[in-house]
């Protein structure tokens, strides 16, 4: 697909896939054109999604752009409800659950980030993760701690509900 | 510096202002209160200037078909030549400097009419001689479509312009109090220096006295503890 700008700079010689072309709708320039991405799976979080996968989505985010692109999408939301909610949604994106191949319910399941209107990002615990990134020692502590620690979801949330 | 970026936002023009970039958007703000009522304004994450219902996607398809006048952006590198690195330092394998990446802004460079590079520290490791990866040029071939590119650059010490001739950022104004020598001590490229230097008009009481009340209080609402830390006068 083509892209405007980009020529000239460092993206020309650090992606050879990134190629330009004689533009064919403008005589004598060059355009940029650029592979399309096909994820193998994407991990999207809804706000609400129903059963047959219909998903309510961040409106100023482009998850349900990536949905499309994906060969496997995997969808967790806030809530599991009714059919009918998502669609009298006053705002969001909603998602037809044709792209989406499994969905499941995972409340606080974009923690540490946000989900707007319901929870803020937990900026304690970013702080804490930033300086466990800082070297591997620290890294496999935090990991062990909140990734293969916890067994489920609710373990996951007790564990970064501790100091 | 955002009542300096505010005496370039034009009346009537589309002016949109990205993530991260508090000052900006005060000054921004401060315009559309004062001389740009009839400004069309954009601002990230601000609940009344932030229209964008479809993704991200939507704000970038409105920046790729022209519409904006004025756009901002910054790197962690930006040189004489005013090309932005927000990629890597170094090795681009074994990078000394990681940066968050380019994002959109090697097509917002292109496709905003006037661009003003701001950053919020001047010093010789940022404002550097050649980038060591360009993520937007400042300048390019003619044979590609480009109806923008940079217009000045805004920092804590001076007002850069970027001349189309030279295709070089030069000085236009020093803030108040700030030397020639300080400057060139803070600044990675040699400086070709007008004389006598032109000095930045300086902030009115009117300019004062909005940023610190309704332009604080419109900023609070995209960035509350900046508006609170900065502009409460505490």
């Known amino acids: ?163 | 510096m955002a009542v300096a970026i505010s005496r370039e936002v034009r009346d009537g023009e589309t002016v949109a202002v990205g993530t991260l970039a508090p000052v900006p958007a005060a000054g921004v703000l401060l315009a559309h209160l004062s001389h740009a009522p009839r400004a069309r304004v954009f601002i990230f994450n601000h609940e009344d200037y932030w229209p964008f219902r479809q993704g991200s996607k939507e704000f970038y398809d409105y920046a790729q078909r022209g519409n904006f006048d004025l756009f901002f952006l910054s790197g962690g590198q930006i040189d004489r030549h005013g090309n932005l690195n927000l990629i890597t330092i170094g090795d681009h394998d074994h990078p000394t400097l990681r940066f968050p990446g380019g994002a959109g802004s090697a097509m917002l460079y292109y496709m905003a009419r006037r661009v003003i590079i701001f950053r919020m520290d001047h010093a010789p490791r940022i404002f550097v001689e050649r980038v060591g990866t360009i993520a937007s040029p400042g300048s390019s071939p003619p044979d590609v479509v480009r109806p923008g590119g940079p217009w000045k650059a805004i920092t804590p010490l001076c007002v850069f312009r970027f001349d189309a001739a030279t295709r070089t950022l030069v000085v236009e104004s020093v803030h108040p109090g700030i030397t020639a020598d300080a400057l060139q001590r803070r600044t990675g490229f040699p400086l070709d220096l007008p004389a006598p230097l032109p000095v930045t008009p300086p902030p009115t009481a009117a300019e004062l006295s909005l940023l610190r009340g309704r332009v604080r209080e419109s900023l609070a609402k995209a960035y509350p503890r900046f508006a609170e830390a900065v502009l409460a006068g505490r």
Do not use: C, N, W
Request: proline fraction near 8%; aromatic fraction near 6%; glycine fraction near 6%.
């Open chain 1, 1 to 163: 697909m083509p892209v405007p700008g980009h020529v000239g700079s460092d993206y020309e010689r650090l992606r050879p896939d990134f190629r330009v072309i004689p533009d064919p709708y403008a005589a004598g320039k060059r355009v940029m054109v650029v592979p399309a991405i096909r994820p193998d799976v994407a991990l999207v979080h809804a706000h609400l999604a129903d059963t047959a996968g219909t998903l309510l989505l961040e409106e100023r985010e482009d998850d349900a752009l990536l949905a499309q692109a994906s060969r496997v999408v995997i969808a967790s939301a806030e809530r599991i409800v009714p059919t009918d909610l998502i669609r009298r949604a006053p705002t969001g994106i909603t998602l037809e659950g044709l792209h989406v191949t499994a969905v499941v319910e995972v409340p606080r399941g974009a923690h540490p980030t946000a989900v707007r209107g319901l929870y803020d990002i937990d900026e304690r615990h970013l702080r804490a993760y930033m300086a466990a990134a800082r070297d591997d020692a620290t890294f496999k502590t935090y990991l062990d701690r909140y990734v293969f620690g916890p067994r489920a979801h609710d373990e996951y949330l007790d564990a970064v509900s501790r100091p």
